[in-house]
């Protein structure tokens, strides 16, 4: 099995920053995607950013400029750093993987638990 733990979310002012991380154990050969998601209350979950194990990247329009995603191959960890804050991007960030794991012949996709983000003044 993969587990999925993420941290790093609260409560920030609007214009603040916050850092999250995402580490991945388990019977993992290699990390194929990283990429985190995010759902606000009645709204529909969007990918927010994604990097690949070639290390290109995705960003939601919303979230250029002010998101950044990276990932440590050592420590199966993706983190996103997040700059200039809105109120509008309060919502549960989930990261994903898309996994190599050991011993099967197809990559899956595991989800982390979820952390909340909230930025209000």
């Not at 993420?6 to 603040?16: A, H, K, N, T, Y």
Request: net charge positive; with cysteine.
């Amino acid at each position: 099995q993969v587990q999925l733990v993420e941290s790093g979310g609260g409560l920030v002012q609007p214009g603040g920053s916050l850092s999250l991380s995402c580490a991945a154990s388990g019977s993992i050969f290699s990390i194929n995607v990283m990429a985190w998601y995010r759902q606000a209350p009645g709204k529909q979950r969007e990918l927010v950013a994604l990097k690949t194990s070639a290390g290109s990247t995705h960003y939601a329009d919303s979230v250029k400029g002010r998101f950044t995603i990276s990932r440590d191959n050592a420590k199966n960890t993706a983190y996103l750093q997040m700059n200039s804050l809105k109120p509008e991007d309060t919502a549960v960030y989930y990261c994903i993987v898309n996994v190599h794991i050991s011993g099967l012949k197809e990559p899956r996709d595991y989800w982390g638990q979820g952390t909340q983000v909230t930025v209000s003044s």
